[in-house]
């Protein structure tokens, strides 16, 4: 039909797309009900090694959360309910307040408004990744700022550094991550290969424009991330630990939700990356290896999501 048109009309061109090959492997794991069901196994079998991996870091910290409470003696412990209540009122005002949307309605006319004396914001060429700049300032100024400045207010006696913030012991950890990162690295490869992963990410649609908006996008991704492993791996974790290790399970929740809208899998894969680092970081008091971790993680899906599309910047600056 289409080359009938063409003859009749020299002049007509039809757009073409060519539909690419999929195969039955990856026909099968996309099917709903595989798809939803499939991390289920996965964790099953994962969740025996992990018991083994961090057996002795729960029994350390169920005998230290023990220690605490004795400590504390008959007086009642309102920290759970603090750390709680800040972790509510921190994801409810990102949620709101956090986003494209609050950007689009306030500040975007707010920059429109100063554009004319500053020629230099360029906002058209820049309108999405001023978005995303304040997304990571939200970020950080909800995961550090408010939280830790709030339980200092309200527990002036507690250290903030045993909210991950020690070095001490660092290197001597930091072979528990490395043996992390073989482990999800290959999950990494395997999710690049499936649809919604390349189509996701990265979050900045201009990080193939060039390579300086790709760096760019990257440097204030980062930092959201190291937000993120202070505001659980650190302040969740540390505002709980008289709880023992139960602590870490009960970070897992709100961080696995923060995913939700994100692939899939991911989503599900957050649960055990919540508890593993969430473990390892309030055994060693530290967050600096998980934020390695996150940040290579992220690095690594973005560019493979670019190399899946075969949209990897061919030129340092933008034009324009």
């Not at 797309?17 to 099917?31: C, Q, T």
């Not at 500053?118 to 309108?127: A, E, Q, V």
């Not at 309030?282 to 973005?302: E, P």
Request: contains cysteine; neutral net charge; proline residues 6%.
């Amino acid at each position: 039909m289409l080359s009938l048109l063409a003859a009749l009309d020299p002049e007509i061109v039809f757009p073409v797309k060519e539909i690419p090959e999929v195969s039955w492997f990856h026909a099968v794991l996309s099917h709903p009900l595989i798809k939803s069901l499939s991390p289920l196994p996965m964790m099953a079998a994962l969740a025996p090694l992990i018991y083994l991996f961090l057996r002795r870091s729960w029994r350390e910290l169920d005998q230290e959360a023990r220690a605490l409470r004795e400590a504390d003696g008959a007086a009642p412990d309102y920290r759970p309910v603090a750390c709680l209540v800040i972790v509510a009122v921190v994801l409810t005002l990102q949620e709101y307040y956090g986003g494209r949307q609050f950007y689009d309605q306030v500040l975007k006319p707010w920059l429109t408004d100063l554009e004319p004396n500053h020629s230099w914001l360029k906002l058209r060429k820049y309108d999405e990744y001023y978005g995303y700049c304040w997304w990571s300032f939200s970020r950080v100024a909800g995961y550090v700022f408010i939280p830790f400045t709030a339980w200092k207010f309200l527990f002036p006696k507690d250290s903030l550094l045993d909210m991950g913030l020690r070095t001490r012991g660092l290197w001597k950890h930091a072979w528990m991550y490395g043996v992390l990162l073989l482990i999800v690295v290959p999950p990494v490869f395997v999710a690049a290969t499936m649809g919604d992963f390349g189509s996701y990410y990265p979050f900045y649609k201009n990080s193939s424009r060039s390579w300086w908006d790709f760096l760019a996008w990257e440097g204030i991704y980062f930092a959201q991330f190291f937000a993120l492993e202070m505001f659980f791996r650190g302040f969740i974790v540390g505002a709980l630990r008289r709880m023992g290790f139960a602590a870490v399970f009960v970070m897992a929740v709100p961080y696995c939700m923060i995913h939700y809208g994100k692939p899939y899998m991911e989503a599900q894969g957050a649960i055990i990356a919540g508890v593993v680092l969430g473990s390892l970081a309030m055994w060693t008091r530290s967050i600096y290896g998980g934020v390695v971790v996150h940040v290579i993680v992220a690095f690594l899906m973005d560019i493979l999501a670019l190399l899946r599309r075969d949209a990897l910047p061919d030129t340092f600056w933008p034009g324009g």
